[in-house]
């Protein structure tokens, strides 16, 4: 299934209609052993069982931004490569990143409390998380605001691009100020320098949550072109009626 | 106008229009004043605390009027058709939008660096004090412009589109602020040298220079078809 095939709407929901069975259920089977793993992981030395939160707050940390750059490559495609149903997956992506920007913020507060002692601290790291929950914000009131899709779509596809240079900003926080929160401990050079009892379960739980993402992404694309149909045929309609 | 090129008339029009239109370049000053006034009525009229936080409350008001001025960057050369001609022009349209919004750093922005000593005394900033931030200021707020260009592109066609600009503008500026601040505070206070923070902010102002036309130019091209 080339790209340019999936430039088909109709094939496009043929093709969700057949995977999401099997999306949901692979995400259920993998929250299932990823939740399995999580809790019979064992306690920090430091932290006590309250470590347990990084099994929901990093995945989800990493798919908000995974998020953006999904939205910044299909914005590519709708301003470069013109594909006609770049705008439906970024439009489709934008709500689903922002809850998960949104579960970050959360639990992350809810761990800072026992650890830091604080809910927030304006450190680098959570500053640049909550700009890109903000920059989500906006993007879902542009996509609201501009009537006609295709035209919200050009106009969210640069305000995305623009809104990329804050990833990087994101990634490196934790090395170029003095912050607060933890530094890299798993993509970093020399590798990771969790220990593999935590680390196994942590990654079972982020493919858990990728397949959740992939699930409610197609999900929401599948939804959308439906709208936009049904937005035709209500204009077809009500031309056909004068 | 004969011996201008389109570019320096494109400027020099648009200078005289921001000059003329809507109460003129110093409606800005007023908001700007406005805002420094209301603070200490929020706060109460502790002059220590004022001159603690004088640098970000200056900060903050030149960012709210240079936001509340973006509407009139493109909105209403969009309104009377202008717009449309400088699309169809030869002169390339990223030139022509960063001459615009060179026009109005110069007409809304500079008036708020000159005006920021002057309202620093408002706030009990001593000289030095007023001085950096008016320095921050000078070097901050072409990148509040020209990011603000591009939300002004996008949101071009949009009849209320104020609150939304402001939304997609805000995430954009909050790294100028960030640095224009501690730049300010660098230099009363320390510890971090003032040249750290300053050379950042200059680099984002120059990236934003760069950047702002582009994305505009697409925004625009995109949005007015």
New interface residues.
Partial sequence: MTLIQLANPSRVLALSERALPWLIAATVLAFVVGGVQAWLAPDDYQQGATVKIMFIHVPAAWLGIFCWLLMSIAALGTLVWRHPLADVAAKAAAPIGAAFTLICLLTGALWGRPMWGAYWVWDARLTSVLVLFLMYLAVIALWRTIEDPTRAARAVAVFTLVGAINIPIIKFSVDWWNTLHQGASVLRLGGSTIHPSILIPLIAMLVAFTLLFLTLHLAAMHNEILRRRLRTMLMMQAAAAR | MGALTPLAALLVRDMQLAVRLGGGAFIGVLFFLMVVTLVPFALGPDLALLARIGSAILWLGALLASLLGLDRLLASDYEDGSLDLILMASTPLELAVAAKALAHWLTTSLPLVVAAPLLGVLLNLDGRASGAVALTLLAGTPALTYIGL?GA???V??RR?GL?LA??V???N??VL?FGVAASNAAIVGPLPFGTPFGILCALSLMSVV?GPF?AA??LR??LD
Avoid: E, H, K, S
């Fill in positions: 591009i592109a996008l949101t066609a949009l589109g939304l939304v997609l805000l995430p954009l909050i790294p960030i950047i994305a697409i925004a995109q949005g």
